[in-house]
Each structure stands twice: as structure tokens, then as C-alpha cells.
């Protein structure tokens, strides 16, 4: 009943940029935590940046300085924007949730992922 819904990776060369979206829809009462994570093949998933309900800010040093996160919490959106873009930011971007329900009962939910790939 709840649904992350991601859209905005693709193919860009290195020193691009692209924007990042993760919209949450359903059976929602409030978002705490929102946040990106990656997988690159063959690697463990891996946190790139959240940011809470207050607007409180957390990121990866890899990409400090580069990646900024946002949220619209009217519209239950996560932003990514991504520059200076690296090969080896190429990954599966993942956006995550932590959703309290109508009944107050509270999850963590994914998104379904989108492929970020940064040529050199």
C-alpha cells in the first residue's frame, strides 16, 4: 500500500549531472528518515545521503561536494542532484523511506532502483 516511485538516472559522461526523484504515495501518515543508497555490481549496498523530516542532512564522503539532497514534503518527494559526476558513481540508486502508516505502525520501504551510468 505504500510505493516509492524513482525516476531521473540514465547515461551521462563523467563531469555531468543528473536529478534524482523518489516520490512516496499510499497509506501514509509522515516520512521520517528519506535517503539514497547505491550498489555497484558486486558490491554491498552502500548509503550516499539522507536527510530527515527536519531537514537535517547526512551524506557520503565520496560524494561531498558533488551530490545534494533535498525533499519536497508536501509532495512526499526525495531529490538527488548530482554533479561532477565520477565513473565510479556508476551504480543502482535505491530510495528509501522510513514511513509511519495511518495505524501508526512504522517501515522502512525501498524503491524499485534506477541505473546510474557515468562514462569516461
Known amino acids: 500500500q505504500v510505493q516509492l516511485v524513482e525516476s531521473g538516472g540514465g547515461l551521462v559522461q563523467a563531469g555531468g549531472s543528473l536529478r534524482l526523484s523518489c516520490a512516496a504515495s499510499?497509506?501514509?501518515?509522515?516520512?521520517?528518515?528519506m535517503g539514497w543508497y547505491r550498489q555497484a555490481p558486486g558490491k554491498q549496498r552502500d548509503m550516499v545521503a539522507t536527510i530527515t523530516s527536519g531537514g537535517s542532512t547526512n551524506s557520503a564522503d565520496s560524494v561531498k561536494g558533488r551530490f545534494t539532497i533535498s525533499r519536497d514534503s508536501a509532495k512526499k518527494t526525495v531529490y538527488l542532484q548530482m554533479n561532477s559526476l565520477k565513473p565510479e558513481d556508476t551504480a543502482v540508486y535505491y530510495c528509501?523511506?522510513?514511513?509511519?502508516?495511518?495505524?501508526?505502525?512504522?517501515?522502512?520501504?525501498w524503491g524499485q532502483g534506477t541505473q546510474v551510468t557515468v562514462s569516461s
Open positions: 528509501n523511506a522510513n514511513i509511519r502508516k495511518w495505524d501508526y505502525s512504522t517501515y522502512d520501504y
Open positions: 499510499g497509506s501514509i501518515r509522515s516520512i521520517n528518515v
